[in-house]
């Protein structure tokens, strides 16, 4: 089973909103990603999670905040976002723990709109 | 055929030709390589990966050739049916490095 799950499917938020983004794996991965995509464009990464713990925020602004609450779970807050911050959210996740576990399998991602 | 401009590259084949799918890679330390499918408002679904230790792989219907000299990966689908049209993303990684993805290619499959 390599299934990583997202919810919700689509959400509309307003800029002074407060939400969050979920996301769930049960393959025992130890690595779990935040991903931002564009229309017509390739993932991005945000942030990574590695054993729990935040190893890498490549330079997302403070409105995203990720949390990582087991190693099963990860999360995506979301405050004050700006209408460019609209875009699919995707979360992936891998074995984790070397060369072996560097294998990255997404969710089907959370359609964000911002008005 | 294959178009490149200011969308998103579009390789048009036949159903039930084979299609040939290109990637450029930027980094000559990248040691391991995977092919994404993504269609429609779905995420990236991993097809096949590669180690910089071979040149060639092969799965179902779909055949990863890494040439390191030129830093060029390709995708092969055999026997292209309507169900594979999506848009194809490689993606690069260095030890100790993420995931860098290229730009992606539509792949139109015509009945």
């Known amino acids: 089973d390599t299934e990583v799950t997202q919810t919700p499917k689509h959400l509309v938020m307003g800029m002074t909103n407060k939400k969050s983004l979920k996301c769930e794996q049960h393959?025992?991965?130890?690595?779990m990603y935040w991903y931002k995509q564009k229309a017509k464009k390739p993932p991005e990464l945000m942030f990574v999670?590695?054993?729990?713990?935040?190893?890498i925020n490549e330079s997302v602004p403070s409105r995203f905040s990720p949390e990582c609450p087991n190693s099963s779970l990860l999360n995506l807050h979301l405050h004050a976002l700006q209408p460019e911050d609209s875009a699919l959210y995707l979360c992936?996740?891998?074995?984790?723990?070397?060369?072996?576990?560097?294998?990255?399998?997404f969710g089907p991602g959370t359609r964000l709109l911002v008005l | 055929g294959e178009s490149v401009g200011l969308h998103l590259p579009t390789l048009s084949v036949q159903e039930g030709d084979n299609s040939i799918i290109n990637c450029a890679y930027s980094?000559?330390?990248?040691?391991?390589f995977i092919w994404y499918k993504q269609e429609s408002g779905k995420g990236p679904q991993f097809i096949i990966d590669?180690?910089?230790?071979?040149d060639k792989r092969q799965g179902q219907r779909v055949t990863v050739l890494l040439n390191k000299t030129v830093k060029h990966l390709s995708l092969q689908i055999a026997a292209t049916q309507p169900g594979d049209s999506a848009v194809y993303f490689c993606?690069?990684?260095?030890?100790?490095?993420?995931?860098?993805f290229g730009p992606g290619t539509r792949l139109s499959v015509l009945p």
């Open positions: 992936a996740s891998s074995q984790g723990g070397g060369r072996r576990g560097e294998t990255q399998y």
């Open positions: 393959m025992g991965h130890r690595a």
């Open positions: 999670y590695s054993y729990e713990k935040l190893s």
């Open positions: 980094n000559s330390a990248s040691d391991y």
């Open positions: 590669i180690r910089s230790n071979m």
């Open positions: 993606a690069e990684k260095g030890y100790g490095q993420n995931f860098v």
